[in-house]
């Protein structure tokens, strides 16, 4: 069951009524996520489920996507699967957030109209690699070093006799 999720939300209403959304964002609605990205083409899947535990409300999350980050060394695509769960816990100061279990990360509430956008994007941030780079060689100058190494090999055993090389220059 997908819907197009709210941009805003009482965060800590919703955790006390209890409430689930299912949902889809398209990546171009994160500003800040976009300007890291080579293509913000596609949607993030986004599962949340709000509840109170006590008197600490909770917001359990799941977000999936496939991004196009782009490589810190050649500047090209690197594809990228984030699959990320989080716990948040809503805190209004600091007294609550010392009183947060370890398994909860804080987050600060400071108005009933919660912006629903800015929060998956902050957790999508803090899923990605701090710097993006592909795992193989991918500079333009590490390939060309490999290829001339390559070359140099191939050079020397066509041409075993220096001076056939000589030879053939004169
Ligand atoms: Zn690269």
Redesign the pocket.
């Known amino acids: 069951m997908n819907q197009s999720l709210p941009v805003h939300l009482n965060f800590a209403q919703k955790a006390k009524i209890g409430f689930e959304i299912h949902g889809k964002l398209p990546i171009k609605q994160l500003k800040r996520l976009s300007e890291s990205l080579l293509s913000g083409e596609g949607d993030i899947e986004v599962d949340l489920k709000f509840e109170r535990v006590g008197p600490v409300p909770y917001i359990h999350g799941h977000i999936k996507t496939d991004l196009q980050l782009k490589?810190q060394?050649?500047m090209?695509s690197?594809p990228y699967v984030v699959d990320v769960r989080f716990k948040l816990g809503l805190v209004q100061n600091e007294a609550q957030m010392e009183k947060l279990p370890d398994d909860a990360e804080p987050y600060l509430i400071e108005t009933d109209n919660n912006h629903l956008p800015d929060m998956l994007e902050e957790e999508l941030l803090l899923a990605l690699p701090l710097v993006a780079?592909?795992e193989f060689d991918?500079?333009d100058f590490l390939q060309q070093q490999k290829s001339a190494q390559q070359n140099e090999v191939e050079v020397s055993e066509e041409k075993e006799n220096p001076f056939s090389v000589l030879k053939d220059l004169l």
Request: glycine share 0%; proline share 0%; hydrophobic share 20%.
């Open positions: 490589c060394r050649c090209q690197m780079m592909h991918c500079s």
